[in-house]
């Protein structure tokens, strides 16, 4: 049964979040502050944490600052508005997903099974023999472990499994609603921003800049490729 942690300030939305998610089968645990949930976090260890944006006190790009600070546990934050720039700030502080509220149950439930799925494993059934080195970067998709340099590299879920995605297939270049749907396991139809975002994360992860990547290129007006520099 996933454990699924609501941090939401509004107890209407997040009674009904709770009863909608327990009702498909998830146990869940709420919390109307972001310090209360970085306490809950540590107590009641969730799958998954559903994380309003507008939390008094402490915002929630903040809160999820914090928890990215030391957990990969998955993220998907909920936002009253689709406004472009709250939620591309909001993916590049180490959200995996996104929901604008109002949000349906089933609707929630689905995202969280699909970002469960993405933590759970590659996005084949095909487990490396041996770790893949390109160049620096080694690659144990066995494992599922990522190092730079002999470092190991702490990968969020959907960081994980775009660099698989990528680097299954060298030198091919992978559309946006390509990497969308083979990553995060949705549609959104001309939504770039999640794929962009988690890009971005990732480059700096691996320590590599935008303007001059080494493993992970941009294919300007189409998407992205992977292929050691």
Same mark, same amino acid.
Request: aromatic content about 4%; glycine content about 10%; proline content about 6%.
């Given at each position: 049964?996933?454990?699924?942690?609501?941090?939401?300030?509004?107890?209407?939305?997040?009674?009904?979040?709770?009863?909608?998610?327990?009702?498909?089968? +998830?146990?869940?645990?709420?919390?109307?502050?972001?310090?209360?949930?970085?306490?809950?976090?540590?107590? $009641?260890?969730?799958?998954? /944490?559903?994380?309003?944006?507008?939390?008094?006190?402490?915002?929630?790009?903040?809160?999820?600052?914090?928890?990215?600070?030391?957990?990969?546990?998955?993220? /998907?934050?909920?936002?009253?508005?689709?406004?472009?720039?709250?939620?591309?700030?909001?993916?590049?502080?180490?959200?995996?997903?996104?929901?604008?509220?109002?949000?349906?149950?089933?609707?929630?439930?689905?995202?969280?099974?699909?970002?469960?799925?993405?933590?759970?494993?590659?996005?084949?059934?095909?487990?490396?023999?041996?770790?893949? +080195?390109?160049?620096?970067? /080694?690659?144990?998709?066995?494992?599922?472990?990522?190092?730079?340099?002999?470092?190991?590299?702490?990968?969020?879920? !959907?960081?994980?499994?775009?660099?698989?995605?990528? !680097?299954?297939?060298?030198?091919?270049? $992978?559309?946006?609603?390509?990497?969308?749907?083979?990553?995060?396991?949705?549609?959104?139809?001309?939504?770039?921003?999640?794929?962009?975002?988690?890009?971005?994360?990732?480059?700096?992860?691996?320590?590599?800049?935008?303007?001059?990547?080494?493993?992970?290129?941009?294919?300007?007006? $189409?998407?992205?490729? $992977?292929? /050691?520099?």
């Amino acid at each position: 049964m996933p454990r699924v942690l609501i941090i939401e300030d509004d107890r209407a939305v997040r009674d009904g979040l709770r009863l909608a998610l327990r009702r498909q089968g +998830h146990e869940v645990t709420a919390a109307a502050t972001g310090e209360d949930g970085l306490d809950q976090l540590r107590a $009641f260890r969730p799958d998954v /944490v559903i994380l309003d944006l507008m939390l008094p006190g402490m915002p929630g790009l903040d809160v999820c600052r914090r928890i990215r600070a030391h957990d990969q546990v998955p993220i /998907v934050m909920a936002t009253a508005r689709g406004d472009d720039t709250d939620i591309v700030v909001g993916l590049e502080a180490g959200a995996d997903d996104y929901v604008v509220k109002p949000v349906k149950g089933r609707v929630l439930d689905a995202r969280i099974r699909a970002v469960l799925r993405r933590a759970g494993g590659p996005p084949d059934d095909h487990a490396a023999p041996r770790p893949e +080195h390109h160049g620096d970067l /080694v690659i144990d998709r066995a494992g599922l472990t990522v190092a730079v340099q002999g470092r190991q590299v702490a990968l969020g879920p !959907s960081e994980l499994r775009l660099l698989l995605t990528l !680097s299954a297939s060298p030198g091919q270049v $992978f559309s946006r609603q390509q990497l969308l749907e083979a990553v995060w396991e949705h549609s959104y139809h001309g939504d770039a921003r999640l794929v962009d975002a988690c890009v971005k994360r990732l480059r700096s992860k691996i320590g590599e800049s935008s303007e001059r990547p080494r493993y992970v290129h941009t294919v300007r007006g $189409f998407g992205y490729r $992977f292929g /050691v520099r």
